[in-house]
Nanobody, 128 residues
């Protein structure tokens, strides 16, 4: 069982930055492809970014390209989402998710149904 915990959410003004972290206490996240999703009130859960097990491959939804960066530190068993130039439309609950075990260099899952484990989410609010 993989238990994921996200931290780092909060309230920030438009143009500001936040860094989200996702960690697992026991499971080795290096065995998994990892993703970030978000869900705004009244909207469906949306894919944001994904990274393969080693960090060599990443993929982003178009709306965050150039502003968000997904990365991982397998030695620290942690995945990050650096969010810069935040906009009010980025306001949502952000979830990290794990898929696998998966050791493919090309595994950057983009659909929520591909993921096996989910965190509880962390709120990100961007004020105008």
């Amino acid at each position: 069982q993989v238990q994921l915990v996200e931290v780092g959410g909060g309230l920030v003004q438009a143009g500001g930055s936040l860094r989200l972290s996702c960690a697992s206490g026991r499971a080795a996240l290096s065995n998994y492809a990892m993703g970030w999703f978000r869900q705004a009130p009244g909207k469906e859960r949306q894919f944001v970014a994904a990274v393969n097990w080693s960090g060599s491959s990443t993929f982003y939804v178009e709306s965050v390209k150039g502003r968000f960066t997904i990365s991982r530190d397998n030695a620290k068993n942690t995945v990050y989402l650096q969010m810069d130039s935040l906009k009010p439309e980025d306001t949502a609950v952000y979830y990290c998710a794990a898929e696998g075990p998966n050791y493919s260099d090309y595994a950057v899952p983009k659909n929520h149904y591909e993921y096996d484990y989910w965190g509880q989410g962390t709120q990100v609010t961007v004020s105008p």
